[in-house]
Protein backbone atom coordinates (compact mmCIF):
# COMPACT_ATOMS: atom_id res chain seq x y z
CA UNK A 1 0.00 0.00 0.00
CA UNK A 2 1.70 3.86 -0.75
CA UNK A 3 2.19 5.79 1.43
CA UNK A 4 -0.51 8.65 2.52
CA UNK A 5 2.23 11.46 2.06
CA UNK A 6 2.66 10.18 -1.50
CA UNK A 7 -0.67 10.21 -2.32
CA UNK A 8 -1.41 14.00 -0.72
CA UNK A 9 -4.68 12.45 -0.25
CA UNK A 10 -8.23 14.40 1.95
CA UNK A 11 -11.60 14.32 1.48
CA UNK A 12 -10.95 17.98 -0.25
CA UNK A 13 -8.46 16.88 -2.80
CA UNK A 14 -10.43 13.53 -3.53
CA UNK A 15 -14.06 16.16 -3.96
CA UNK A 16 -11.91 18.54 -6.17
CA UNK A 17 -10.49 15.75 -8.60
CA UNK A 18 -13.50 14.17 -9.06
CA UNK A 19 -15.59 17.37 -10.44
CA UNK A 20 -17.64 17.62 -7.83
CA UNK A 21 -18.72 13.55 -8.29
CA UNK A 22 -17.37 11.78 -5.42
CA UNK A 23 -20.36 13.10 -2.97
CA UNK A 24 -22.72 11.00 -5.96
CA UNK A 25 -20.36 8.53 -5.98
CA UNK A 26 -20.48 7.85 -2.11
CA UNK A 27 -24.87 8.81 -1.75
CA UNK A 28 -24.94 6.07 -4.56
CA UNK A 29 -22.64 3.75 -2.83
CA UNK A 30 -24.47 3.66 0.20
CA UNK A 31 -27.33 1.57 -1.18
CA UNK A 32 -24.53 -0.89 -1.61
CA UNK A 33 -26.19 -4.00 -0.04
CA UNK A 34 -21.92 -5.76 -0.25
CA UNK A 35 -24.48 -8.97 -1.98
CA UNK A 36 -21.03 -9.39 -4.26
CA UNK A 37 -22.72 -9.36 -7.28
CA UNK A 38 -20.02 -6.71 -8.89
CA UNK A 39 -17.49 -9.17 -7.87
CA UNK A 40 -19.36 -12.51 -8.66
CA UNK A 41 -20.00 -11.15 -12.47
CA UNK A 42 -16.26 -9.40 -13.08
CA UNK A 43 -14.21 -11.40 -15.71
CA UNK A 44 -11.24 -10.11 -14.33
CA UNK A 45 -11.91 -10.24 -10.64
CA UNK A 46 -9.02 -12.86 -10.23
CA UNK A 47 -6.63 -10.76 -11.76
CA UNK A 48 -7.56 -7.71 -9.34
CA UNK A 49 -5.75 -7.25 -5.99
CA UNK A 50 -8.80 -6.38 -4.30
CA UNK A 51 -12.51 -7.12 -5.28
CA UNK A 52 -14.92 -4.82 -6.48
CA UNK A 53 -17.18 -5.50 -3.74
CA UNK A 54 -14.00 -4.33 -1.49
CA UNK A 55 -13.74 -0.84 -3.22
CA UNK A 56 -17.04 0.25 -3.04
CA UNK A 57 -16.75 -0.62 1.01
CA UNK A 58 -13.38 1.60 1.17
CA UNK A 59 -15.28 4.60 -0.86
CA UNK A 60 -18.37 4.53 1.76
CA UNK A 61 -15.72 4.24 4.68
CA UNK A 62 -14.41 7.36 3.45
CA UNK A 63 -11.09 5.34 2.52
CA UNK A 64 -10.23 6.64 -0.97
CA UNK A 65 -6.26 6.77 -0.44
CA UNK A 66 -6.57 3.07 0.05
CA UNK A 67 -8.81 2.08 -2.94
CA UNK A 68 -6.77 4.29 -5.38
CA UNK A 69 -3.63 2.89 -4.26
CA UNK A 70 -4.81 -0.33 -5.65
CA UNK A 71 -4.33 -1.40 -8.97
CA UNK A 72 -8.38 -3.36 -9.55
CA UNK A 73 -9.09 -0.41 -11.75
CA UNK A 74 -6.96 -0.63 -13.79
CA UNK A 75 -7.73 -4.27 -14.74
CA UNK A 76 -11.36 -3.09 -15.02
CA UNK A 77 -12.22 -3.90 -18.89
CA UNK A 78 -15.50 -1.39 -18.31
CA UNK A 79 -17.49 -4.27 -19.88
CA UNK A 80 -20.54 -3.58 -18.03
CA UNK A 81 -21.15 -6.97 -16.45
CA UNK A 82 -21.27 -5.58 -12.71
CA UNK A 83 -23.49 -2.79 -13.95
CA UNK A 84 -25.71 -4.89 -15.03
CA UNK A 85 -26.25 -7.25 -12.48
CA UNK A 86 -26.17 -5.20 -9.74
CA UNK A 87 -29.63 -4.78 -7.58
CA UNK A 88 -29.31 -1.47 -6.84
CA UNK A 89 -28.39 -0.17 -10.25
CA UNK A 90 -25.07 0.81 -9.02
CA UNK A 91 -23.00 2.11 -12.21
CA UNK A 92 -19.98 0.42 -11.03
CA UNK A 93 -18.01 -0.05 -14.04
CA UNK A 94 -18.18 3.55 -13.99
CA UNK A 95 -16.79 4.10 -10.76
CA UNK A 96 -13.86 1.87 -11.50
CA UNK A 97 -13.54 4.58 -14.38
CA UNK A 98 -13.52 7.57 -11.83
CA UNK A 99 -10.79 5.99 -9.73
CA UNK A 100 -8.51 5.96 -12.75
CA UNK A 101 -9.88 10.20 -13.29
CA UNK A 102 -9.10 10.67 -9.54
CA UNK A 103 -4.94 9.68 -10.39
CA UNK A 104 -5.04 11.69 -13.30
CA UNK A 105 -6.64 14.78 -11.79
CA UNK A 106 -4.65 14.70 -8.07
CA UNK A 107 -1.08 14.34 -10.10
CA UNK A 108 -0.68 11.18 -8.86
CA UNK A 109 1.81 8.39 -10.98
CA UNK A 110 0.07 7.29 -13.91
CA UNK A 111 0.97 4.02 -16.10
CA UNK A 112 3.48 4.77 -18.38
CA UNK A 113 1.87 4.03 -20.82
CA UNK A 114 -1.28 5.58 -20.09
CA UNK A 115 0.77 9.06 -19.90
CA UNK A 116 2.08 7.95 -23.60
CA UNK A 117 -1.69 7.35 -24.81
CA UNK A 118 -3.11 10.71 -23.50
CA UNK A 119 0.53 12.58 -25.68
CA UNK A 120 -0.05 10.40 -28.42
CA UNK A 121 -3.83 11.48 -29.25
CA UNK A 122 -3.98 14.80 -28.28
CA UNK A 123 -0.82 15.06 -30.81
CA UNK A 124 -1.41 12.88 -33.96
CA UNK A 125 -5.01 12.40 -32.90
CA UNK A 126 -5.27 8.97 -33.22
CA UNK A 127 -4.08 5.70 -31.05
CA UNK A 128 -1.06 4.46 -33.19
CA UNK A 129 1.09 7.79 -33.87
CA UNK A 130 0.70 7.47 -37.02
CA UNK A 131 0.55 10.01 -39.72
CA UNK A 132 -3.10 10.83 -39.41
CA UNK A 133 -3.42 11.92 -43.02
CA UNK A 134 -2.93 8.29 -43.81
CA UNK A 135 -6.04 7.65 -42.51
CA UNK A 136 -7.41 5.68 -45.29
CA UNK A 137 -4.44 3.60 -46.00
CA UNK A 138 -6.54 1.05 -45.29
CA UNK A 139 -8.12 1.49 -48.62
CA UNK A 140 -4.98 1.03 -50.72
CA UNK A 141 -4.75 -2.45 -51.78
CA UNK A 142 -8.73 -2.66 -52.69
CA UNK A 143 -8.62 -3.49 -56.39
CA UNK A 144 -10.22 -0.33 -57.11
CA UNK A 145 -10.97 2.20 -53.83
CA UNK A 146 -14.50 3.64 -54.14
CA UNK A 147 -14.52 7.29 -55.06
CA UNK A 148 -16.89 7.98 -52.00
CA UNK A 149 -13.69 6.87 -50.03
CA UNK A 150 -13.21 10.66 -50.92
CA UNK A 151 -14.20 13.83 -48.31
CA UNK A 152 -17.23 15.59 -49.67
CA UNK A 153 -20.25 17.27 -48.85
CA UNK A 154 -24.16 15.87 -49.47
CA UNK A 155 -23.69 12.17 -48.65
CA UNK A 156 -26.22 10.55 -46.77
CA UNK A 157 -23.90 8.69 -44.51
CA UNK A 158 -20.58 10.01 -43.11
CA UNK A 159 -18.38 6.33 -42.48
CA UNK A 160 -16.30 6.72 -39.35
CA UNK A 161 -13.89 4.07 -39.36
CA UNK A 162 -11.98 4.58 -35.56
CA UNK A 163 -7.93 4.34 -34.78
CA UNK A 164 -7.55 0.56 -34.94
CA UNK A 165 -9.18 0.22 -38.62
CA UNK A 166 -7.70 2.55 -40.07
CA UNK A 167 -4.18 1.63 -38.81
CA UNK A 168 -3.48 -1.71 -37.40
CA UNK A 169 -3.33 -4.07 -40.70
CA UNK A 170 -5.27 -7.38 -38.79
CA UNK A 171 -8.14 -5.00 -39.42
CA UNK A 172 -8.44 -3.43 -42.61
CA UNK A 173 -10.38 -5.78 -43.64
CA UNK A 174 -13.41 -4.65 -42.16
CA UNK A 175 -13.62 -1.33 -43.63
CA UNK A 176 -12.62 -3.27 -47.02
CA UNK A 177 -15.59 -5.31 -46.78
CA UNK A 178 -17.93 -2.75 -45.39
CA UNK A 179 -17.42 0.02 -48.05
CA UNK A 180 -18.04 -2.82 -50.54
CA UNK A 181 -21.30 -4.10 -49.36
CA UNK A 182 -22.74 -0.04 -49.29
CA UNK A 183 -21.09 0.21 -53.14
CA UNK A 184 -22.91 -2.97 -54.01
CA UNK A 185 -26.34 -1.73 -51.89
CA UNK A 186 -25.77 1.57 -53.69
CA UNK A 187 -25.35 3.57 -50.68
CA UNK A 188 -24.49 7.10 -50.49
CA UNK A 189 -21.72 7.71 -47.95
CA UNK A 190 -18.04 9.22 -47.28
CA UNK A 191 -15.75 9.70 -44.77
CA UNK A 192 -13.43 12.31 -43.21
CA UNK A 193 -10.55 11.35 -44.76
CA UNK A 194 -7.29 12.65 -42.39
CA UNK A 195 -9.84 15.30 -40.89
CA UNK A 196 -11.55 12.30 -38.84
CA UNK A 197 -9.69 12.19 -35.70
CA UNK A 198 -9.74 9.22 -32.71
CA UNK A 199 -12.98 9.55 -31.29
CA UNK A 200 -11.18 9.81 -27.79
CA UNK A 201 -13.08 6.97 -26.10
CA UNK A 202 -9.25 5.66 -25.18
CA UNK A 203 -8.30 9.05 -23.16
CA UNK A 204 -12.44 8.67 -21.67
CA UNK A 205 -11.51 5.20 -20.09
CA UNK A 206 -8.69 6.20 -18.35
CA UNK A 207 -10.44 9.27 -16.85
CA UNK A 208 -9.03 12.05 -19.24
CA UNK A 209 -12.34 12.92 -20.41
CA UNK A 210 -11.73 16.90 -20.13
CA UNK A 211 -8.48 16.03 -23.25
CA UNK A 212 -11.45 14.65 -25.45
CA UNK A 213 -13.50 17.67 -25.36
CA UNK A 214 -11.56 19.60 -28.45
CA UNK A 215 -11.42 15.61 -30.58
CA UNK A 216 -14.96 15.90 -29.70
CA UNK A 217 -15.24 19.32 -30.93
CA UNK A 218 -13.55 19.10 -33.69
CA UNK A 219 -15.01 15.69 -35.12
CA UNK A 220 -18.92 16.84 -34.78
CA UNK A 221 -17.66 19.81 -36.73
CA UNK A 222 -16.50 18.07 -39.44
CA UNK A 223 -19.40 15.78 -39.53
CA UNK A 224 -21.57 18.46 -40.01
CA UNK A 225 -19.21 20.87 -42.89
CA UNK A 226 -20.51 17.39 -45.05
CA UNK A 227 -23.91 17.78 -44.73
CA UNK A 228 -25.28 14.44 -43.81
CA UNK A 229 -27.61 13.55 -41.28
CA UNK A 230 -26.17 10.05 -40.29
CA UNK A 231 -22.87 8.25 -39.08
CA UNK A 232 -21.92 4.73 -39.20
CA UNK A 233 -19.29 3.04 -37.70
CA UNK A 234 -18.02 0.01 -37.56
CA UNK A 235 -16.16 0.06 -34.32
CA UNK A 236 -18.89 -0.47 -31.21
CA UNK A 237 -16.60 1.74 -29.11
CA UNK A 238 -16.80 4.65 -31.19
CA UNK A 239 -20.34 4.17 -32.20
CA UNK A 240 -20.98 4.20 -28.06
CA UNK A 241 -19.24 7.35 -27.56
CA UNK A 242 -20.51 9.16 -30.61
CA UNK A 243 -24.40 7.91 -29.73
CA UNK A 244 -23.89 8.82 -25.98
CA UNK A 245 -20.76 10.27 -24.53
CA UNK A 246 -20.41 13.25 -27.65
CA UNK A 247 -24.20 14.08 -26.63
CA UNK A 248 -22.90 15.38 -23.10
CA UNK A 249 -19.87 16.96 -24.65
CA UNK A 250 -20.72 18.52 -27.57
CA UNK A 251 -24.48 19.32 -27.48
CA UNK A 252 -24.34 20.15 -30.98
CA UNK A 253 -24.08 16.35 -31.49
CA UNK A 254 -27.36 15.65 -30.67
CA UNK A 255 -29.07 15.74 -33.78
CA UNK A 256 -26.57 13.24 -35.47
CA UNK A 257 -28.39 9.92 -36.19
CA UNK A 258 -25.79 7.25 -35.39
CA UNK A 259 -25.68 3.94 -36.21
CA UNK A 260 -23.51 0.63 -35.75
CA UNK A 261 -22.69 -1.00 -39.47
CA UNK A 262 -24.57 -3.92 -38.07
CA UNK A 263 -28.05 -1.47 -37.80
CA UNK A 264 -27.36 -0.13 -41.28
CA UNK A 265 -26.41 -3.58 -42.67
CA UNK A 266 -29.73 -5.20 -40.66
CA UNK A 267 -32.07 -2.45 -42.47
CA UNK A 268 -30.09 -3.38 -45.82
CA UNK A 269 -31.29 -6.97 -46.00
CA UNK A 270 -34.83 -5.54 -44.95
CA UNK A 271 -35.40 -4.21 -47.60
CA UNK A 272 -34.20 -6.12 -50.04
CA UNK A 273 -31.19 -3.87 -51.03
CA UNK A 274 -28.72 -7.28 -49.72
CA UNK A 275 -29.63 -10.83 -50.61
CA UNK A 276 -27.57 -13.87 -49.87
CA UNK A 277 -26.32 -17.15 -51.45
CA UNK A 278 -26.82 -20.43 -49.70
CA UNK A 279 -22.97 -21.27 -47.89
CA UNK A 280 -21.79 -24.52 -46.79
CA UNK A 281 -23.64 -26.09 -43.90
CA UNK A 282 -21.47 -24.39 -40.93
CA UNK A 283 -21.91 -23.77 -37.29
CA UNK A 284 -21.27 -20.15 -36.35
CA UNK A 285 -21.29 -18.60 -32.63
CA UNK A 286 -21.44 -14.82 -32.07
CA UNK A 287 -20.03 -12.93 -29.15
CA UNK A 288 -21.22 -9.98 -28.31
CA UNK A 289 -19.09 -6.80 -28.11
CA UNK A 290 -19.43 -4.96 -24.64
CA UNK A 291 -19.75 -1.68 -26.20
CA UNK A 292 -22.35 -2.67 -28.56
CA UNK A 293 -24.32 -5.21 -26.49
CA UNK A 294 -24.02 -4.20 -22.72
CA UNK A 295 -23.26 -0.34 -23.48
CA UNK A 296 -25.80 -0.09 -26.42
CA UNK A 297 -28.32 -2.47 -26.64
CA UNK A 298 -26.85 -4.03 -29.57
CA UNK A 299 -28.27 -7.49 -29.89
CA UNK A 300 -30.80 -8.40 -32.80
CA UNK A 301 -29.08 -6.66 -35.19
CA UNK A 302 -26.24 -8.96 -35.74
CA UNK A 303 -27.77 -11.88 -34.78
CA UNK A 304 -30.73 -10.77 -37.63
CA UNK A 305 -27.59 -11.03 -40.32
CA UNK A 306 -26.46 -14.26 -39.51
CA UNK A 307 -29.31 -15.91 -39.45
CA UNK A 308 -30.50 -14.31 -42.61
CA UNK A 309 -27.83 -16.13 -44.60
CA UNK A 310 -28.30 -19.48 -45.95
CA UNK A 311 -26.54 -22.32 -44.67
CA UNK A 312 -25.43 -21.16 -41.43
CA UNK A 313 -26.50 -22.47 -37.92
CA UNK A 314 -26.15 -19.94 -35.39
CA UNK A 315 -25.04 -21.94 -31.80
CA UNK A 316 -24.89 -19.31 -28.73
CA UNK A 317 -22.06 -19.46 -26.36
CA UNK A 318 -22.87 -20.43 -22.46
CA UNK A 319 -22.86 -16.67 -22.09
CA UNK A 320 -24.48 -14.31 -24.59
CA UNK A 321 -26.20 -10.82 -24.77
CA UNK A 322 -26.32 -9.51 -21.59
CA UNK A 323 -24.16 -11.84 -19.88
CA UNK A 324 -21.92 -12.02 -22.82
CA UNK A 325 -17.95 -13.02 -21.11
CA UNK A 326 -15.91 -9.86 -22.63
CA UNK A 327 -12.70 -10.72 -24.95
CA UNK A 328 -10.72 -8.73 -22.54
CA UNK A 329 -10.14 -5.95 -25.26
CA UNK A 330 -11.25 -2.66 -23.72
CA UNK A 331 -10.88 -0.89 -20.60
CA UNK A 332 -7.42 0.30 -21.99
CA UNK A 333 -6.36 -2.70 -20.38
CA UNK A 334 -4.43 -4.44 -23.01
CA UNK A 335 -1.81 -1.00 -22.13
CA UNK A 336 -1.20 -1.75 -18.46
CA UNK A 337 -1.65 -5.59 -18.43
CA UNK A 338 -1.35 -7.88 -21.76
CA UNK A 339 -1.19 -10.83 -19.84
CA UNK A 340 -4.98 -9.94 -18.44
CA UNK A 341 -6.16 -9.55 -21.62
CA UNK A 342 -4.62 -12.80 -22.94
CA UNK A 343 -6.29 -14.62 -19.70
CA UNK A 344 -9.59 -12.85 -20.38
CA UNK A 345 -10.11 -13.99 -24.07
CA UNK A 346 -9.11 -17.67 -23.37
CA UNK A 347 -11.90 -17.85 -21.15
CA UNK A 348 -14.24 -16.61 -23.93
CA UNK A 349 -12.35 -18.92 -26.46
CA UNK A 350 -13.30 -21.84 -23.74
CA UNK A 351 -16.71 -20.95 -24.48
CA UNK A 352 -16.08 -20.27 -27.95
CA UNK A 353 -14.93 -24.53 -28.52
CA UNK A 354 -18.20 -25.70 -26.21
CA UNK A 355 -19.94 -24.58 -29.47
CA UNK A 356 -18.76 -26.65 -31.79
CA UNK A 357 -18.66 -23.71 -33.69
CA UNK A 358 -16.21 -23.40 -37.25
CA UNK A 359 -16.69 -19.21 -37.62
CA UNK A 360 -17.06 -16.70 -34.34
CA UNK A 361 -18.24 -14.05 -35.70
CA UNK A 362 -17.78 -10.76 -33.83
CA UNK A 363 -18.90 -6.83 -34.45
CA UNK A 364 -15.44 -5.31 -33.67
CA UNK A 365 -12.25 -4.69 -34.57
CA UNK A 366 -10.65 -5.17 -31.25
CA UNK A 367 -13.01 -7.82 -30.60
CA UNK A 368 -11.17 -9.60 -33.38
CA UNK A 369 -8.18 -8.71 -32.42
CA UNK A 370 -8.36 -10.14 -29.02
CA UNK A 371 -9.88 -13.29 -29.92
CA UNK A 372 -7.78 -13.92 -33.27
CA UNK A 373 -4.82 -14.34 -30.95
CA UNK A 374 -6.23 -15.90 -28.65
CA UNK A 375 -7.51 -19.00 -31.03
CA UNK A 376 -3.90 -18.78 -31.85
CA UNK A 377 -2.35 -18.72 -28.54
CA UNK A 378 -5.51 -21.63 -27.45
CA UNK A 379 -4.84 -23.78 -31.05
CA UNK A 380 -8.53 -23.66 -31.29
CA UNK A 381 -9.59 -24.50 -34.26
CA UNK A 382 -12.02 -21.56 -35.60
CA UNK A 383 -12.09 -18.74 -37.90
CA UNK A 384 -12.89 -15.50 -36.48
CA UNK A 385 -14.24 -13.00 -38.54
CA UNK A 386 -15.76 -9.13 -38.37
CA UNK A 387 -19.74 -9.45 -39.16
CA UNK A 388 -18.82 -7.16 -42.60
CA UNK A 389 -16.45 -9.89 -43.75
CA UNK A 390 -19.11 -12.41 -43.06
CA UNK A 391 -21.24 -10.58 -44.95
CA UNK A 392 -19.09 -9.56 -48.18
CA UNK A 393 -18.21 -13.14 -48.55
CA UNK A 394 -22.08 -14.25 -48.56
CA UNK A 395 -23.45 -11.76 -50.94
CA UNK A 396 -24.66 -13.18 -54.16
Request: hydrophobic share 40%.
Amino acid sequence: MAEAKSLALNDQVFRTAFGGELAEVREKLQTCIQCGSCSASCPAVGLMDVTPRHLWQLIRWGLEDEAVATKAFWVCTQCYACTVRCPRGIITSENMRLLRKWQSSAGLEMPESVTKLRDTVTTSYNISGDDNARRLIWSENLDQAPASLQPRTGADYVLFTGCVSSFYPMTYSIPQAFVQILEKAGISYTTMGGEEWCCGYPLYGVGMESEMVDIARHNVSRFLESGAKKLVTTCPSCYYTWAHIYHEVVPESRGIQVLHATELLAELVQQGKLTFKEQPPTVVTYHDPCDLGRKSGVYDAPRALINSIPGLKLVEMANARESALCCGGGGDVEMVNAQAVEELAAQRMAQVRDTGAKLLISSCQQCKRTLFRSARNTKTRVRVLDITELVLDALA
